[in-house]
């Protein structure tokens, strides 16, 4: 008998805590969140990524010249380029520094 005022009386903290907490989580604005990429990010970008798709950039852009003349039979020039040279060439040069994906 007197321990139902008890377990009533915890369930009602337990049910209080779980509606403030889910009410909460809520409100959190998407603005507030930062996403901008961290300094280890960057630096990682800086020194192994951009010289990694610099070279292959090169690499790419070696293999459409050596492909060049069998493209040309085939009148595919545009889907090989865009692979091989402009692809590369984008997220070396164009993406801003630290975005890794």
């Known amino acids: 008998m ?17 509606a ?3 009410a909460g989580a809520g409100t959190i604005e998407p603005s507030v969140i930062d996403d901008t990429p961290s300094a280890e990010a960057m630096t990682f970008d800086l020194f192994i990524m951009r010289p990694l798709s ?37 997220y070396t040069f164009v993406r801003d520094l630290g975005d890794l994906e």
Do not use: W
Request: avoid cysteine; charged fraction near 10%; aromatic fraction near 6%.
């Open 54 to 90: 610099l070279a292959g950039t090169v690499v790419g852009t070696a293999v459409y010249i050596v492909a060049l003349p069998f493209n040309l039979l085939t009148l595919n020039l545009a889907e090989p380029g865009r692979r091989l040279v402009v692809e590369p060439a984008k």
């Open 2 to 18: 007197r321990r139902f005022p008890h377990v009533l009386a915890h369930s009602l903290a337990a049910a209080v805590l779980l």
């Open 20 to 22: 403030s907490a889910q």
